[in-house]
Every structure is written in structure tokens, then in C-alpha cells.
């Protein structure tokens, strides 16, 4: 292993080019923040790191290739490299390389009898194979792998912030064995990057199991054109099982032309702020044809997906608001997505929410995702298929994930909403940076959350408590509750005096059992005094308790005040590693305010 961090004056790692026995065992190489490095070794064959398996290199402003290749042949002899071969590099990561180019240049040199002196000269004044300076080579269009690069075992591939136009020569003979073993390509914030892809290429990486493509504000299409196409070209995707487009503005299609494409495999979809592109037809092919080409000239825009067989393997969806009213209102069999398990809407620029109506449609849907920052409640009736909202014909909803809803007005849930009940199954429940909810449910809410077995709470600025004694008395199932970055809050459980009268007045205690709960976290809450307040006439217990983190809870002075109960051994955690172990969690709470 080769690991250089930081070397900010280095200019070269070799003072000579690397010999064929310099590097035999180097098997992974990592080069970050080396900002004069221009290349990482001169090589004097294409077989000098024979058993190199991993490259990273990241955040080296002035790197301009990762490799160059000289042959050391006579200056006159114009014979040109065949191959550069790294035949077991498995996994190549270059990421936020302003001046990157090319991964291997080959290079014409003096032959080993001229002056050494001039073999170390600047990398300005080095030619390429093809005559154009490697500074001039910069500005022109090559591509970053040229057709003389051969990885026949790389299988991962992540390009970020690199100022290339073209990923690979456009040109490919069929079945090019370069990239054969490509399963996983990621490219982000390559803004200068036209296309992914050319027909020729595609052929050569039908291993390819997953693709991401994000931030690349220039992308037009996946696929680039050739030539005049004599007929409608086929793209399979055989084993494609994950595709990602994201914050793609100028995207408009996979091909720019009419053709046919088959994902049989594809699980994972995820479309975002691709606004140009269509990404499902209105209408869906059964035939495994083309859709109607008539409408296809007209448009001149294919979308991305037009046949049926394309969504009956779907798992997991992300898209954005248009592509999932195009869901709920096509006239889609209902088998359709008979698989589809999670669902993230992303980008909704509606206040209605949610539309329940999909739950009718998508009815193996479990997980939800709705990161939607107009929305003023979470769900709508919107799309329902009769004026009575039936939940029993919905998707039961095991896992919801509500992330930026900022304009979620006061609570989760509306009072004495019909929606309500579809909250019964659910059993994690994760809210991120909705910062203007007050507590999940109004105080004289009956919602019961009784197969909740996960709570997540982060960056709700504006959230003063979570839950009422009377849900907190449903969440028998909870097994992990997690609350950090909720600055306003001041206790977790509210409401256990209020409407308690009677119940005082005999002298009764009412118990709150949390019988599964094995880990608290309280992290960042500058405003919490206590768990519970006010619960005076309450027991609460923690039978399964065996870890309680408080951290940044400077105002926090007791647990709660009722009484409680508790294992005999129980982890209090201050810090990452500053624990201490105690039954009674109110004394081991006072201590630690008094120490602060």
C-alpha cells in the first residue's frame, strides 16, 4: 500500500520513470492533497504494477494525468505503444481533479543514450503519441480513457468533479474487452461532460450493475449518436439493477434518436430534478416494441421508459411530483408495480401532500420517503378512488421518513383526520429538519403508534415536546428513540398532569411501560429539563433499558417525576466514551447537571 496525504510541495514520487521491478507488490495507492503532483509515476513499460487492484486520488489541484507511459525509444522512432494494460486494477476512484485529462498518456522520450537531465524536464514540454503538447491536449476534446487503455477487471469506477468532455474514445471496435468487468459507474459534478456513453461502448460493459449520474449540469443524453442509425438501435441492460439521475437540468433522454430499450433486471430507480427529460410514457408499450413512432417524430423526445416489463421488477422508486401523478392518473394495470416496496418523493412544489390516492395503486408499497418542502400536512385525498377515504384497501405503510418539511404546520397530524389510521403499522417512524412542528399530535389526539419499534427526531428547531402520555402509553413495541438537534424542546413526554384530577384525588398511579425500549438518545437539546414532567401520578418503566446517551443536555436536571422503574444496570452515556452505569437515572442526571 502507497498512501500520500498532504504533501503539498511534492512534485514527483519517482525522480526516474518507474522500472518494470520497482512496484511488483503495490496494491492499493491513495494520493490526496499532493497539489504539485502532475502525475502520479512516469512508467517506463505498461506493465510496471503488475498487481495493482486500487487507485484513489483526490484533491490534487494541478494533477494532469494519473499515469504516463514512456517507451525510452530512439526520438526518431515513431513506433506507438499498443496497450496499457493494468490487468488487475479492480476499483479506480478520482475524485475533484480541476486539470485531470487523461488516466495514461503515452509519451514520446529521448532513448536512455541521450541526456537524463532532459527526461526530467517539465511535463509541459512532453509530447504526446498523437504530436499535441500534454498543455495543449487539455483544451481539446480527447477522451479520458483513450482506446489503448485496457482495465479487463475493473469493477468499480467513480469520476467526481473532473473537467473531461468524453469518458471514452467515441469510437470502440464491437465488444471492446477494456471495461468488461464495469459493474458500478459513478460520475458527479462533471460539468464539461456531454455524455456518458457511445452505442459502440455500451456493448462492452454488459456487467454494469449499477449506474449514478448526478450534478452533471452539461448532460444531454446517456447515449451518444454515432452515425445515421439504419435501424432503431437496441440497448439492453441486462444486468442493470440500480440507475440514479439526479439534478440533471439539461438531460432530455437516454438516446437521442428513436430506439428500443430492455432493463429486465432493474430494481432501483431514482429520477430527480431532471426536468427535461420524460421519464415515462402516458401510455405503456406490452409488445416490447417501440411506442408510436409517429408521436416519437413529432416530439422527437423518447422517454426513458415505455414498456410494461420495465416496472414489474421495481423495488425502490425516487422520483419527483410529475412522474408520480403520471403514475396515479395513467391508465397503468394495476399489477404493474407489484414489487415496489419503497417509495421517495422528492421536490413536491404542492402544499396538499402526499396524494393517498398511490396507496390504493402502489399496494405492496411499505417504506415511504417524502422530502417535499412545500407540504402543509402529509397527506392528501387527492387521487382516492371513491369520496369515502377506505384505508383498508391502501398499502400498509411500515416505515415513514419525513425529511424538509418545513412548512408542516404545527403537528403531524391533522386531529380527527380519516388519514390518521394509516399511521397504525407503522413501525419506524424518522423526522429530519422540519422546523416548524410544534409536537407530533395535538394534546387530545388518540392516535395509538402501537407497532412502532423505531423513532428518529433530528433538527426539528421548533419542536417543544414529542409525545403525550396517552400515546406514549401505545409505544409497548418501541425499541430505540433517538432525539437530537431539537433546540426548543423541553420535555419528551407532556401532558401526564393534565385531565389527571380524578385519578389524583384517589390516590391512584397510572404506569407508562416502554417494555421493549433498549436505547435512548438525547443529544443537543440545550432547552430539556426532563424526560417527563408533571408525572407525578405516573410510574414509568423501562424494563429492557440498557443505554441512555445524554449529550449537550446542559439544562437537563432530572429524568422524570414520578417514579421509575428500571434494570439494576443501565449505561449512561456523556459522551462517546465517558460512561457510568446506575438503576437510578434522576441521581445520576442530578450529578451530571451539578458537574456542568
Known sequence: ????????????????????????????????????????FLLSATNCLPGLERIAVIDCSNMEEIFAVSGEADINNNNAIEKTDFAELKSLSLGNLPKLSSFCSEVKTPSASSNRQDLQDELTGITLSNGISLEDSLHTSTPFFNEKVVLPNLEALELYKINLEKIWHSQLPAMFPGFQSLTRLIVCR??????????????????LQHLEIHDCI??????????????????IFQRLTSLRLLRLPELRCLYPRMHISKWPSLKTLQVCSCDKMKTFASELSSSGGNIDSNQLRISMQQPLFFEEKIFTNLEEVALSRKDIMLILQG?????????LQQLEVWHDDLAAGFPVGLLEVLCSLENLVLSCNSYEEIFSNEGCLEKHVDVRKFARIKSLRLVCLNHLI???LKQDSQLNSIFQYLEFLSLQHCRNLLSLLPLSSSISFGNLTHLVVHDCEKLVSLVTCSVAKSLERLVMLSISGCSAMRQVI????????????ANLKEEIVFSKLRYIGLLDLENLTSFCSGAANYTIKFPSLEDLSVTGCRNMKIFTTGDLVTPKRVNVWFSERECRWDYDLNTIIRHLHQEQ
Open 494 to 505: 407532556i401532558g401526564c398532569g393534565q385531565g389527571d384530577s380524578d385519578i389524583a384525588a
Open 1 to 40: 500500500t502507497l498512501t500520500l496525504y498532504n504533501l503539498i510541495n511534492l512534485e514527483r514520487i519517482c525522480s526516474d520513470p518507474l522500472k518494470v521491478e520497482s512496484f511488483n507488490e503495490l496494491r492499493t495507492m491513495k494520493i490526496e492533497n499532493c497539489d504539485k503532483l502532475s502525475n502520479i
Open 410 to 412: 404545527k403537528y403531524l
Open 190 to 207: 462533471c460539468f464539461n461532460l456531454k455524455y456518458i456513453f457511445s452505442a459502440s461502448m455500451l456493448r462492452s460493459i454488459e456487467q
Open 218 to 235: 452539461s448532460l444531454e443524453e446517456i447515449i451518444y449518436v454515432e452515425g445515421a442509425d439504419k435501424v432503431n438501435p437496441c440497448f
Open 331 to 339: 391508465n397503468f394495470p394495476q399489477h404493474l408495480f407489484g414489487r
